[in-house]
């Protein structure tokens, strides 16, 4: 189809592109709903109430490997999106569903270090500092579950309908949020985790 | 808009160079002695470095039609995130307030 | 769990009960005896029109505006003569809650998102918004928040820890009844609609003007409109956050706001405003919008000063981020936190006052006729103004501390509330009526409204700020003789009864105008300037025949000066339109059930639930339905039918 149009397919029609505005209108969204989460993390992180520090319970190690599991998924996604791009349905799909696996590894890898932090002494119930962790992380899991879900609704409409400008259009724009929560990630990696280390 | 080739560049420096910047940022906090509010100072700049270039090389955020209104909004995004945050601290813990 | 169900042992409340089952019944009966659940289900429930959606928001808001004046009339009634006992302290708690969370999020937000609705698309030259059926579920879900949130007095217990639920009070330890779960979980849920709503409008208006409508040509109601969405999209996520913590605060035994585990009550405060400040903007720009085209058409003149207007609304937008540390200064902070942001508060009124002077001169040496909307903003701008120095009287930190939460602030932000939304929705009303349902409202009838409304508002509400300078605080439920505020709270009470009877009249003229008017209303009755008015009224679905052409502001004026508002009959191709979708209603729905088992801790139930609300996302996925055509044989049809000519 109109792979060879200088426009990429996903903005070829008038809807498509708002609909794409209207995403990154909603990332701008997001962006201050997770500001407003690292601010209550960062008045709160001290609130410990005797209980255990970040840097009494921090498994950095495994921070490091989601963080990987993370970023190589961001890029494979990169990678699908440039196989869309090149309308080759079949990398794009080997691509997206190593993403996939990435983000599901990540997924396992989190939920492990929230046993963890339980098996330390720190939940949501025993101080500030836990609520304020666990929200913050919490809601960034929550997102990349529901990304998760959603990769797979798409490639199902992907193996149906091939690479028309609907499901590229959704495809973009599902690609825009997995990069967006690999941003949001940097953050927490730096500002919640190396901070702890450092404190 | 120029055509994309078929070999992702863009994509792989963006990967090595958030590889590079993840791997800095732990050096620096692990394996230098600098303060600690030094080490925040370089890590946090650091971070702002990879979230730009997952919003240029990944995003394609100057991209398509809206590419000038997509820049205003997350300009206008992150500085309501300064806000918020900045303020908040700021109002949260000094003053009377500091505990 | 701590708490009754059905909210028992009490004769008004057992009442209430009994009344609105039987009058739920009753509805149901008449619909079904009237065989209409088809005809709402099809034309209404299922609608992705804009305006039937706005005109939903409008019904729903004027019958919150109803349920949030009888909870003002209790509270008068209950303050008018010294150690009355008409109601208890935690009713009088109760009251002042839900009057405060109805008016703002459920009468104000839906009147003017439903005005903005209506008007958005019409005035920009669009044939609907940007996202049809992400419209359809911005309104389902408030309209469930809104009956989720008044279910609350007979099922479970009502919220009683003020509108801005501060913490500790808001807390299980101080308020272990169901209330606030209510507050936290309509809220949520109302939050979520009015988001989306902030993000349709930006994308509506930013890319689907018509052709030649630079952004400097559009109407200022347009504008107005686009500036506010901006600010729901900024400031909305906060308010998301704050409650989601409350939420585990109150459900989940998290310590955000406790301070024995280490948490922080001003955590919640500082958040609530951060919201809640821009929310008053929000609410209040819309407002100036719709009093800058009535002030304009009926002055028969250009809006003066068109682009410091636009700049002083954005300026107005920026700084209302900035000034959220004002509603606490009395939290003892450093001089430099409440000094700046005294600086910024008081700077707020700089472009505040600059559109006063822009809709004097509007007014000035034009042929100002005095209609029905053009009375209400000729009484806005005095009302507000009075409001607006009252506020920098409050801006001052070091003053504040003798004014804080004592009845002069009460007096204050109603003075800027019912004058900046009140008053600009009735204006809004009569002025756009006739374009919404093809009639106008009846001017005399409407003139009892506006004397009545007027005189009982300031009657209402001037004494109280002479009470607040006396130092009478804020929500108390009595008072003694000794105190002297008797007689200034009795006459307030009188007021009321005043703005009452004004409502009344509102209610009777729709009543009368709905059933006696004259259906030929013209497609423009006020001979107005902007594009609205260049349709039928009532509006045709597809809104534009064919899409005009702008290229100047008051576009339609010109047209109507030049004779050039003629459409070609060559012009006219079909035209597609979105279908209807059960999705959002269902999905609304599911959101319902889902909140009103959290409200209750019930969280296996509101689990299984959620899986609805995930179904709902699913099916809308895989929905590849792609709209229909209206041929263009039928528009032709439909536009000779109103214009003649064709």
Known sequence: ?199 | MKKQSMFPLNHVLGFVLSIALTVGAVFIVYQTDFSASVKMNIIGTLAIFQALIQLIMFMHITEGKSGGINIINIAYAIFLAIVVVAGSIWVLTTGHAAM | MKYDFFVTGDPIILMSQIGIGLTMIGLIALITYLKKWTYLWKEWFTTVDHKKIGIMYIIAGVLMFFRGGVDGLMMKAQTSRPGLELLNAQHYDEIFTTHGIVMILFMAMPMLIGIMNVLIPLQIGARDVAFPKLNALSFWSFFVAALLFNISFVIGGSPDAGWTSYFPLAGKEFSPDIGNNYYAIALQISGIGTLATGINFIVTILKMRAPGMKLLKMPMFTWTSLVTSVLIVAAFPILTIALLMMTLDRMFGAHFFTVAAGGDPMLWLNLFWLWGHPEVYIVVLPAFGMFSEVIATFSRKNLFGYVTMVVSIVAIAFLSMLVWVHHFYTMGNSAAVNSVFSITTMMIAIPTGVKIFNWLFTMRKGKIQFSNAMLWSLAFIPCFTIGGVTGVMLAMAAADYQYHNTMFLVAHFHYVLIPGVVFAVFAGLYYWWPKMFGFALNEKIGKWHFWLFVIGFNLTFMPMFFVGLDGMSRRMYTYSESTGWAPWLGFSAVGSLVMAAGFAALVYNLYWSFRYASRDVGSDPWDARTLEWATASPVQEYNFAVIPEVTELDQFWKDKKEGTNKIKKEDIKDIHMPSNSAVPIIMGVAFGIVGFFLVFEMFILSAIFSVGIIACLIANSFDYDDGYHIPAKKVLETERKWRGDL
Do not use: C
């Open chain 1, 1 to 199: 189809m109109a792979s060879q149009t200088s426009t990429p397919l996903e903005y070829s029609t008038h809807q498509n592109e708002m609909t794409i505005l209207g995403f990154w209108i909603f990332l701008g969204a997001e962006i201050v709903l997770f500001a407003t989460l690292f601010a209550g993390y960062f008045v709160l992180e001290n609130g410990v109430a005797d209980g255990p520090t970040l840097k009494d319970i921090l498994m950095m190690k495994d921070v490091l490997i989601e963080t990987f599991l993370l970023l190589t998924s961001s890029f494979t996604m990169g990678l699908a999106l440039h196989q869309m791009r090149q309308n080759n349905l079949k990398g794009m799909l080997i691509f997206t569903v190593i993403t996939l696996l990435l983000g599901a590894g990540f997924m396992y890898m989190e939920i492990n270090e929230f046993i963890h932090y339980v098996h330390e002494g720190v939940t949501m119930q025993t101080s500030a500092f836990g609520s304020a962790l666990f929200t913050l992380l919490g809601t960034h899991g929550v997102h990349v579950t529901l990304g998760i879900g959603w990769v797979i609704l798409l490639i199902i409409q992907l193996v149906r309908r091939g690479i028309t400008p609907v499901t590229s259009r959704k495809f973009f724009i599902v690609s825009l949020y997995w990069h967006f929560l690999d941003v949001i990630w940097i953050f927490i990696f730096t500002f919640v985790y190396l901070k702890g280390a450092l404190m």
